[in-house]
């Protein structure tokens, strides 16, 4: 062999032994997500067609559900106050941790509406949640929440929307678009800020210092971050205003909020889902970010009872 061809298969090897390297180092998934890792959290699980899914039922078998749903990653704790405010005013609550997030399974499937819309629908079902629900979606719940009650209108009773996804995502493109080459640039580079990284949701992050300690324990687990960019995939190039007038046609009443300081989803985004919802009730939720919920958790709570209350 020549010494050219040498150097370069030598360099190659250097390369390869290098890159696999840096992911490993990089990587925070460890661990299986089985039994064993399931025992150590609080909640119930059930087996549905795609996995297992982590959640947790609340309040008085004969009260009207609320069913919360969570964002892009972080897990069904981001309803802590709503559960409690709920439950404290006699409703039951169901709020679970959608596939690939919190304890629920990371399958390795497409994450898509389809999924998504399945997942509830069958959590439901086994859970004989009977009737009509009430349905709450933050930021991409608002994208999950809304493709179930343009499909499900007869199960849902009313629909409350609360920084939801809005207007038109960016399209697939660039290095994350490719396969081999995108994931693991996701999974080396991405995947371990985003604890850290969810401090950009709030007004004020000094506020809540627990809050990335809280999000780290569902990265140790294998699938997180594959189940993070297969949802960043199937929505890019999306555009909600179609999936919003879809939920007006249905005549389901809905809420929206909106923090006026979001920078995650800009709070002008809320013009486009008002478009499609003319006959949302809205309210701008001053000193919050992407999550009022969290940062102005009483006056939030309050609107949901009330809102409920009325209809």
């Known amino acids: 062999m020549k010494r050219g061809a040498i150097v370069a298969v030598v360099l190659v090897v250097v390369l390869v032994l290098g890159l696999t390297g840096f992911y490993v180092a990089r990587n925070p998934e460890r661990e ?3 039994d064993a890792a399931r025992s150590t959290t609080l909640g119930s699980f059930v087996r549905l067609s795609n996995g297992v899914t982590h959640y947790e039922l609340r309040g008085p078998a004969t009260a009207r559900t609320v069913v919360l749903v969570h964002g892009f990653s972080v897990p069904y704790y981001i309803w802590d106050s ?5 439950e404290a005013n006699g409703f039951r609550v169901l709020r679970y941790d959608e596939f690939g997030r919190g304890f629920s399974d990371r399958p390795d499937v497409a994450y898509d509406a389809s999924l998504y ?3 509830l629908a069958e959590l439901l079902d086994s859970l004989h949640v009977p ?6 979606g933050v930021s991409m719940g608002g994208w999950v929440t809304a ?3 343009g499909r499900h209108p007869e199960r849902v009773r009313t629909l409350t929307l609360v920084d939801p996804v809005a207007g038109s995502s960016p399209a697939a493109g660039g290095a994350e678009a490719l396969p081999i080459v995108g994931p ?4 080396a580079l991405a ?9 950009g949701d709030f007004v004020n992050p000094g506020r809540f210092p627990e809050w990335a300690e809280r999000y780290r324990p569902q990265m140790r687990y294998k699938g997180f971050g594959r189940a993070l960019l297969s949802t960043r995939r199937a929505t890019a190039g999306m555009n909600t205003d179609t999936l919003y007038a879809r939920v007006s046609a249905t005549g389901v009443p809905v809420l929206l909020l909106w923090g006026q300081s979001d920078a995650t989803v800009p709070f002008e985004r809320n013009a486009r889902v008002r478009q499609a919802i003319p006959a949302a009730e809205f309210h701008a939720i001053a000193g919050a970010g992407h999550l009022p919920i969290v940062e102005q958790a009483t006056l939030t ?3 949901i009872v009330g809102f409920l209350r009325r209809k």
């Open 147 to 149: 493709t179930f009650t």
């Open 82 to 86: 709503t559960t409690a405010a709920l």
């Open 301 to 303: 709570d309050s609107l």
């Open 191 to 199: 995947v371990p800020g985003m604890a850290d990284g969810q401090a």
């Open 32 to 34: 299986v997500l089985d």
């Open 117 to 119: 819309d399945r997942q």
């Open 131 to 136: 009737g009509k629900v009430d349905l709450a």
């Open 184 to 187: 693991y640039l996701f999974q």
